[in-house]
């Protein structure tokens, strides 16, 4: 039997709660190494651990990876949430990439003055209400199936409904105009695996705040 995945990051979100969805919706088991000081992060710098000096780092099958989107691939890959014809690949790449545009927006929201934040906020509103929804919710209107490619839950599925729930978080109101988007979020959080991950005590994070990215600034010696 192979050694759980072991992921190294903050206790929080960041780029590692994407890894956490996937293995979480994989039904796979993983532990959590957390950094909670400059000399753990020196530690892995110096062991050679981290390939280009940062986390997200997940060790699996004997490989200590990094780089988000490499270890994303790698997991939907291995536990069957990446079709395996060429073509519907790339509409997963697609659909990933689009998601991972509207997170990034969310991601840096806590760095941002308050002054900032307003404007971010309403960005965000905006650009999921104006440019990636709109988008779903026609994929899920052509594709006519319960999923956004093929005939089962695939890594953009995963994604997708992550980011639902987090622009939810800042916007609650957003779906308001995708009833395809409002079905697609009941069927898929409804999931086993990924109904256990939204459960209270799993191993899915808490929102970013200030404090969180105090502490991350502290060990990574940024002002």
Same mark, same amino acid.
């Given at each position: ?8 990051? =903050? ?31 020196? !530690? ?18 004997? !490989?200590? !990876? ?55 906020? #309403? ?9 990636? =929804? ?52 009941? +069927?898929?959080?409804?999931? #086993?695996?990924?109904?256990? =991950? ?21 060990? =990574?010696?940024? +002002?």
């Amino acid at each position: 039997m192979s050694e759980k995945p072991k992921l190294h990051y =903050f206790n929080g979100r960041g780029r590692m709660e994407s890894i956490r969805w996937l293995l979480a919706a994989a039904g796979v088991e993983f532990e959590e190494e957390f950094l909670e000081s400059r000399e753990q992060y020196e !530690m892995l710098l110096q062991d050679g651990a981290l390939l280009f000096q940062q986390v997200p780092m997940v060790e699996i099958d004997g !490989m200590k !990876m990094v780089q988000t989107r490499a270890i994303l691939s790698y997991i939907a890959g291995k536990y069957n949430l990446y079709e395996k014809d060429l073509k519907e690949r790339a509409w997963i790449d697609m659909y990933v990439e689009g998601v991972r545009d509207l997170m990034d927006l969310i991601r840096v929201h806590h760095k941002l003055s308050p002054q900032e934040q307003q404007k971010n906020l #309403a960005l965000i509103g905006e650009k999921a209400a104006t440019r990636y =929804f709109p988008v779903y919710e026609k994929i899920l209107k052509d594709h006519k199936d319960d999923f956004l490619v093929g005939n089962q839950l695939t890594w953009a599925d995963v994604q997708l409904i992550e980011a639902i729930l987090t622009v939810e978080e800042k916007v609650p109101t957003i779906l308001s105009e995708f009833p395809l988007l409002q079905a697609f979020k009941a +069927r898929v959080s409804s999931i #086993a695996t990924i109904k256990k =991950f939204l459960q209270p005590g799993s191993q899915r994070k808490l929102p970013t705040d200030e404090k969180a990215v105090a502490f991350t600034n502290r060990i =990574f010696n940024r +002002r």
